[in-house]
């Protein structure tokens, strides 16, 4: 849109690295706690609850991992579904069903777990996926404000009705094709992150095993197995999946034990 010339490439190319620098910045981690409702520990119920459990974890994650982050911080999400997530580098996150659905020590596995997100940089393929995913939307808008512009423009300089059927054909041609691209886009990308994400699950449940809460983490992944029943995946979702499948990632912590 801006023009296949050295300047356009220059703009595009300072704006994507502002952007970055922002993602990667404490104001990058500070937008996506903010996006996920995420907040402090309020209640001393909460304190007294996870504090302990979160300083006992992140004891033995530092002694594996010194290079940790010293700052790494424990919230809560308001919401009943069972899930736990690392954002940046000093945030975990749990949410309030994880809290009452996991006894403290399968909880102490979970966040092990995250621990070791932070600790192999996972958690910036999020920052930059936001990111990126910004920019991508923006772009979008745009080609899209740009055919609606044109579509307009061809319909009212048309000269005869064959001429405006033949630009309206046109241009309806033009949608399909940008709109199949970015389909095609959207769906190749997300099937590469996913298999990037479902790798990094892997080793973070290496991490937690590392850091003497495999077990913990075996119990925990059991009951999240047991929740979430047998329901059958289509190839589709399996490709897409952020996450292996569970039975997985059992077997392999359970591998390790015996490897041990």
Known sequence: MLGANKLSFI????????SISIALSPIGEWLLRLIEGVRKIETNEERE????I????????LEEAPQLNKEIKIYIIDAMFVNAFAIGRKTIAVTTGAIETFS???LKGILAHEFGHIR???TKALLLSVIGNMLFSVFVLIVRVFLFVSELLAVIFAETKGGAL???FSMAILRFGFDL?????????QAILSLNSRSNEYQADEFAYTIGFGDELITSLYLLKKISGSQKVSIKERMTSSHPHIAK??????????QG
């Open 181 to 189: 691209s970015i389909i095609f886009f959207m769906y190749i990308s």
């Open 49 to 52: 609850y996870l504090e302990d």
């Open 104 to 106: 403290r020590e399968e």
């Open 120 to 122: 192999y940089g996972h």
């Open 11 to 18: 703009i595009v190319a300072v704006y994507y690295a502002i």
């Open 54 to 61: 979160f300083e006992e974890v992140y004891q033995n994650a």
């Open 166 to 168: 033949l630009a309206n």
């Open 249 to 258: 990632r059992i077997g392999r912590l359970e591998g390790l034990g015996t």
